[in-house]
């Protein structure tokens, strides 16, 4: 399997009746951009089941980082499957956890010996790491950001500041959150450094002036990349002033590696590109390949709760830590230098792209972790937003999956397996869609 091939109007009409059906029995609270249902996939590949083939440049929410079915985590799922399915972690002990949890501890961007909590999704390890903070500084404040998104449980949504939509109707949520500015370079007039230095300035002259002193913030929660709010990448000044802020005042520093984390990036983490550790970093996602894992990796002397502070029946499922020490091996094994050099190919492309079409005003990113943003108007910036929902559908309809991010962003997270030629691909893709988008809405 290589890539796009469409043989149906879509949608097929074995994928509108699989849509009826959920319809009548599904939470509409799910958002579907587009009507793919899926049947099968072989690595960047995805095919529906009216047989319509795709290059898959979501990935299951960047979660598929070894392709839609790997044999070594098929077999290494397999093996422990046959094996034993749970046997509940927080109670009891099995092998494959120790070893992943001796694996992270390894290469996880925290200085000093590390400590590992299991639990099943991003949100959870976000919930896990406010508990954390709390209780080891005794503060209750937390500093987020404006754009981040960290999941949707009640704690994890008082952090979470992406769409008005996410917050609407489930208040009044966790007290003692504060979030400021996520540096933008692009829209920021000034050098990136000047851009990083305002966005520190807010908190240290605004929010530790205003709001709330230094001394009652327990951590400053961030994302070292910023995946929903639009695959922002900011000034490395910026985690970097980040980090001396947070140890001038005795805070932790929580990295949500949850999108930007395990080889996505071009390295395993996305903090390595600013050379800085954090003391909490949340992982998730791409860890095991599509099996549900959430992980909270933290110094050894913070994450010293006694028994019974915080625990999870099914976190850390025997089947989902063998699925991850697999899905570890391949990105060390190969795929985070893939997704460095194949990144850099879309990357390059992209920008030639940029030349070609007045609709895109910036390309960012690093590694396979790449947005696009899309302009009515280079000099003002003016946000294109149905020009990029536009864009989603014509990509779709011409056998490409992608992702919208932020207001007017498109996100490419392909699995890391993508090879260059599946690259070129998705940027003819891109290209004749853009044409039909720009035919439509004209500037």
Same mark, same amino acid.
């Given at each position: 399997?290589?890539?796009?091939?469409?043989?149906?109007?879509?949608?097929?009409?074995?994928?509108?009746?699989?849509?009826?059906?959920?319809?009548?029995?599904?939470?509409?609270?799910?958002?579907?951009?587009?009507?793919?249902?899926?049947?099968?996939?072989?690595?960047?590949?995805?095919?529906?089941?009216?047989?319509?083939?795709?290059?898959?440049?979501?990935?299951?929410?960047?979660?598929?980082?070894?392709?839609?079915?790997?044999?070594?985590?098929?077999?290494?799922?397999?093996?422990?499957?046959?094996?034993?399915?749970?046997?509940?972690?927080?109670?009891?002990?099995?092998?494959?956890?120790?070893?992943?949890?001796?694996?992270?501890?390894?290469?996880?961007?925290?200085?000093?010996?590390?400590?590992?909590?299991?639990?099943?999704?991003?949100?959870?390890?976000?919930?896990?790491?406010?508990?954390?903070?709390?209780?080891?500084?005794?503060?209750?404040?937390?500093?987020?950001?404006?754009?981040?998104?960290?999941?949707?449980?009640?704690?994890?949504?008082?952090?979470?500041?992406?769409?008005?939509?996410?917050?609407?109707?489930?208040?009044?949520?966790?007290?003692?959150?504060?979030?400021?500015?996520?540096?933008?370079?692009?829209?920021?007039?000034?050098?990136?450094?000047?851009?990083?230095?305002?966005?520190?300035?807010?908190?240290?002259?605004?929010?530790?002036?205003?709001?709330?002193?230094?001394?009652?913030?327990?951590?400053?929660?961030?994302?070292?990349?910023?995946?929903?709010?639009?695959?922002?990448?900011?000034?490395?000044?910026?985690?970097?002033?980040?980090?001396?802020?947070?140890?001038?005042?005795?805070?932790?520093?929580?990295?949500?590696?949850?999108?930007?984390?395990?080889?996505?990036?071009?390295?395993?983490?996305?903090?390595?590109?600013?050379?800085?550790?954090?003391?909490?970093?949340?992982?998730?996602?791409? @860890?095991?390949?599509?099996? !549900? =894992?959430?992980? $909270?990796? +933290?110094? *050894? /002397?913070?994450?010293?709760?006694?028994?019974?502070?915080?625990?999870?029946?099914?976190?850390?499922?025997?089947?989902?830590?063998?699925?991850?020490?697999?899905?570890?091996?391949?990105?060390?094994?190969?795929?985070?230098?893939?997704?460095?050099?194949?990144?850099?190919?879309?990357?390059?492309?992209?920008?030639?792209?940029?030349?070609?079409?007045?609709?895109?005003?910036?390309?960012?990113?690093?590694?396979?972790?790449?947005?696009?943003?899309?302009?009515?108007?280079?000099?003002?910036?003016?946000?294109?937003?149905?020009?990029?929902?536009?864009?989603?559908?014509?990509?779709?309809?011409?056998?490409?999956?992608?992702?919208?991010?932020?207001?007017?962003? @498109?996100?490419?997270?392909? !699995? =890391?397996?993508? $090879?260059? +030629?599946? *690259? /070129?691909?998705?940027?003819?893709?891109?290209?004749?869609?853009?044409?039909?988008?720009?035919?439509?809405?004209?500037?």
């Amino acid at each position: 399997m290589f890539g796009p091939d469409i043989r149906t109007p879509l949608p097929g009409p074995k994928a509108r009746a699989v849509i009826e059906r959920d319809a009548r029995v599904v939470s509409p609270s799910y958002t579907r951009d587009y009507p793919f249902v899926i049947a099968r996939g072989e690595g960047a590949v995805v095919e529906d089941v009216d047989g319509n083939r795709f290059l898959d440049c979501a990935a299951g929410i960047a979660v598929n980082s070894t392709g839609v079915s790997h044999p070594d985590v098929v077999a290494a799922i397999a093996d422990q499957a046959s094996k034993f399915l749970h046997m509940s972690g927080t109670d009891f002990y099995y092998e494959p956890q120790v070893r992943l949890a001796e694996t992270l501890a390894a290469i996880v961007p925290i200085a000093g010996e590390v400590r590992t909590f299991f639990a099943n999704s991003g949100t959870e390890a976000t919930e896990a790491a406010i508990k954390l903070a709390r209780y080891s500084t005794r503060r209750q404040g937390v500093v987020a950001f404006l754009g981040a998104f960290h999941g949707r449980s009640l704690g994890a949504l008082s952090l979470t500041a992406s769409k008005a939509v996410q917050r609407r109707g489930f208040g009044p949520l966790l007290p003692g959150v504060y979030h400021a500015p996520y540096p933008d370079a692009y829209r920021f007039a000034g050098s990136a450094d000047a851009c990083a230095e305002a966005a520190l300035a807010f908190i240290t002259d605004q929010m530790f002036v205003h709001l709330a002193a230094p001394d009652e913030i327990g951590a400053v929660v961030v994302e070292p990349i910023q995946g929903e709010g639009g695959y922002l990448v900011p000034p490395s000044a910026f985690l970097q002033g980040l980090r001396e802020l947070t140890r001038q005042h005795g805070i932790l520093l929580v990295a949500d590696e949850v999108q930007s984390g395990m080889g996505r990036t071009g390295r395993m983490f996305a903090l390595e590109h600013v050379g800085i550790t954090a003391d909490v970093v949340m992982i998730a996602k791409g @860890i095991a390949s599509g099996l !549900p =894992l959430g992980v $909270t990796c +933290a110094r *050894a /002397d913070i994450m010293s709760w006694p028994p019974g502070a915080h625990a999870s029946t099914f976190g850390g499922n025997p089947v989902s830590c063998a699925a991850a020490n697999a899905t570890i091996a391949l990105l060390q094994g190969g795929l985070v230098e893939n997704a460095a050099a194949v990144g850099d190919h879309l990357m390059g492309g992209l920008r030639a792209l940029q030349e070609k079409h007045a609709l895109i005003g910036d390309v960012r990113g690093r590694g396979l972790m790449i947005g696009v943003e899309l302009v009515r108007d280079r000099q003002t910036k003016v946000r294109a937003t149905e020009e990029r929902n536009a864009l989603v559908q014509a990509m779709f309809q011409r056998g490409v999956l992608v992702l919208g991010a932020g207001r007017n962003a @498109i996100r490419l997270a392909p !699995p =890391l397996v993508l $090879t260059v +030629a599946q *690259a /070129d691909e998705v940027l003819r893709v891109f290209d004749e869609s853009l044409c039909e988008v720009s035919a439509a809405h004209p500037a």
